[in-house]
């Protein structure tokens, strides 16, 4: 894995073969910062990153200059992993991991975000109740995004908050938001 862009652009960052990851590609990842890089400033936001794995996608938010970066996840050897970056890159005043069921989180917190990234297994069953709980309890701040990581088996064109989905390989995206009135 690496670093696309940012104060860290080009490091890679080798993970423990005993995480049970399926981190997002770096074409995939790429592709969607490409996106967000038009849609906000990175140094304005606030992520929450849930199902954070490697912390994958909170390096990259934190080497393009964000802020606040939450990175969630129920594994402890991932959390750990993250903690041990965390000091590598001297991030711990933007970035921090904290071990717990990304839907218990979602169902408990109260801060809100500017982006929410989640990257459950794709086998999850709970797609359908974590979006549903991110706009109900009005986690996102004003022009907010849901970006649900997801494979091609997943289709959610129908839901209310939905706004575009896109294809990268085996990557998919879905990008939710609260309809602009």
């Given at each position: 894995m690496r670093i696309v862009s940012g104060k860290f652009k080009?490091?890679?960052?080798?993970?423990?073969?005993?995480?049970?990851?399926?981190?997002?590609?770096d074409y995939g990842k790429e592709s969607l910062f490409?996106?967000?890089?038009?849609?906000?400033?990175?140094?304005?936001?606030?992520?929450?990153?849930?199902?954070a794995g490697t912390g994958n996608i909170s390096f990259e938010f934190a080497s393009r200059g964000t802020q606040r970066i939450v990175?969630?996840?129920?594994?402890?050897?991932?959390?750990g992993f993250?903690?041990?970056?965390?000091?590598?890159?001297?991030?711990?005043d933007v970035l921090s991991a904290n071990r717990m069921d990304a839907m218990e989180y979602v169902e408990l917190?109260?801060?809100k975000f500017n982006v929410i990234f989640a990257d459950p297994?794709?086998?999850?069953?709970?797609?359908?109740?974590m979006i549903e709980t991110?706009?109900?309890?009005?986690?996102?701040?004003?022009n907010g995004t849901l970006i649900m990581e997801h494979d091609r088996r997943n289709d959610f064109s129908?839901?209310?908050?939905?706004?575009?989905?896109?294809?990268?390989?085996?990557?998919?995206?879905?990008?939710?938001?609260?309809?602009?009135?």
């Open positions: 080009g490091r890679h960052i080798k993970t423990p073969k005993n995480l049970p990851v399926r981190p997002t590609t490409n996106i967000l890089n038009n849609w906000y400033y990175f140094d304005e936001l606030s992520v929450l990153d849930l199902f990175s969630i996840d129920a594994n402890k050897n991932c959390v993250i903690e041990q970056m965390i000091e590598e890159l001297d991030i711990a917190t109260t801060e297994p794709y086998d999850y069953d709970g797609y359908p109740k991110v706009f109900s309890r009005e986690l996102l701040k004003e129908e839901h209310p908050y939905f706004e575009d989905s896109r294809k990268y390989g085996n990557v998919n995206y879905s990008f939710f938001s609260v309809p602009k009135s």
